[in-house]
């Protein structure tokens, strides 16, 4: 006995979807297939009334997580390069403590040869020299020595005071530049959180606008149920299951079952008993129209498992040997299609379902 399932008109649907709010319903009843088509059909317009605005909520929420993932990207980099600058600045100063003890050490000597070179280049230099030289030109020698030790002291003296100023200029750019990186590293902070904002936004926008959508949805299904219902009380046994599309809209196994003929019902995690229930044929090697059926649980699926049609498998263009390209809904969102590449692993994938058995 069928109970009482609301209708929502299709001219409402459009006015829910720029309020965001519940759909409204209406009771109807209906006791034969044709009814019952006819109410799917509304109801399938009423979601395709709906798809414009949910299509532009998801596209903006797409390039919102797009700007955040290339805002975040570099940041990384700003926090990377602040840490190459500070890791430079850190060997430096400690190249400059270096050179300053050396410096300091290097003064002690200078000043001590300075001392020596005084006391023996003084006003008596010039007799010091005539009375202890044996002749005139050990005399000049003696002079021309004590000069040459002052010209050593005071160039010795100007390298290492070039070498310093040279260090401390060097110093003093790196933090400039990690002064500005820090600026930078801030900066890109305050706009990836803004841009975080704007992602849980989007993602809001998309959500109200799934609700009416996934209640359309639910509609959709009961209707299946019941069609589903009549034509097996209609046809004789084992004669007629059929292909109807019996599974909740915008789930995987929704998806599948419009790439395919899938006469069996369940959650995904049934699919591949049932499958063999009704004679098709199945393996642990994908191939191109296979379904894919996940163990529960596992490679990313939850608990009442994943589905996915098989579009190509590898080695081929973009797809490596002993993996396999495959389009899904409701991976990365309800009622969402992508396409990707997964590899061929049994601990993830609990077999693939062909055709019906021959014979």
């Known amino acids: 006995m069928r109970g009482t399932r609301g209708l929502l008109l299709a001219g409402t649907a459009v006015v829910l979807t720029a309020a965001f709010g519940t759909p409204a319903a209406s009771p109807v009843g209906a006791d034969t297939i044709p009814q019952l088509e006819a109410e799917r059909a509304q109801l399938l317009q009423q979601l395709a009334d709906l798809a414009p605005a949910r299509n532009a909520a998801s596209q903006a929420l797409t390039q919102a997580e797009a700007a955040y993932n290339q805002e975040t990207a570099a940041l990384d980099q700003a926090k990377s390069q602040l840490s190459a600058l500070n890791s430079q600045l850190a060997t430096l100063s400690a190249a400059i403590d270096q050179d300053q003890s050396q410096e300091t050490q290097t003064k002690s000597a200078l000043a001590a040869l300075t001392r020596a070179t005084y006391e023996s280049a003084g006003d008596n230099t010039m007799m010091a020299?005539?009375?202890?030289?044996?002749?005139?030109?050990?005399?000049?020698?003696?002079?021309?020595?004590?000069?040459?030790?002052?010209?050593?002291?005071?160039?010795?003296?100007?390298?290492?005071?070039?070498?310093?100023?040279?260090?401390?200029?060097?110093?003093?750019?790196?933090?400039?530049?990690?002064?500005?990186?820090?600026?930078?590293e801030?900066?890109?902070?305050?706009?990836?959180?803004?841009?975080?904002?704007?992602?849980?936004?989007?993602?809001?926008?998309?959500?109200?606008?799934?609700?009416?959508?996934?209640?359309?949805?639910?509609?959709?299904?009961?209707?299946?149920?019941?069609i589903a219902a009549d034509q097996a009380g209609q046809t004789s046994s084992g004669s007629g299951s059929g292909c109807n599309n019996g599974f909740a809209y915008g789930?995987?196994?929704?998806?599948?079952?419009?790439?395919?003929?899938?006469?069996w019902g369940g959650n995904a995690d049934a699919w591949y008993y049932n499958a063999a229930k009704m004679g098709y044929a199945e393996g642990q090697t994908p191939e191109a129209g296979a379904v894919a059926v996940w163990w529960a649980g596992r490679g990313g699926a939850s608990w009442v498992g994943h589905v996915a049609y098989v579009e190509a498998v590898g080695p081929?263009?973009?797809?490596?040997?002993?993996?396999?390209?495959?389009?899904?809904?409701?991976?990365?969102?309800w009622d969402r299609v992508d396409y990707r590449v997964v590899a061929d692993d049994p601990n993830v994938f609990q077999g693939f379902i062909y055709g019906p058995a021959s014979g």
């Open 129 to 184: 020299a005539v009375l202890s030289a044996k002749d005139f030109t050990d005399a000049v020698n003696s002079l021309s020595g004590a000069a040459s030790v002052s010209a050593q002291i005071q160039g010795l003296e100007q390298t290492l005071c070039h070498d310093e100023a040279d260090l401390v200029a060097k110093q003093q750019s790196l933090q400039a530049d990690f002064a500005q990186a820090s600026a930078l």
């Open 186 to 226: 801030n900066q890109l902070a305050d706009q990836a959180n803004q841009l975080m904002v704007v992602v849980y936004a989007r993602d809001q926008a998309v959500n109200a606008l799934d609700g009416p959508a996934r209640q359309i949805a639910g509609e959709i299904a009961t209707i299946d149920d019941e």
């Open 251 to 263: 789930e995987c196994t929704w998806y599948v079952a419009t790439k395919r003929c899938i006469p």
């Open 316 to 333: 081929s263009a973009g797809i490596p040997a002993g993996s396999f390209e495959i389009s899904e809904m409701n991976w990365d969102g």
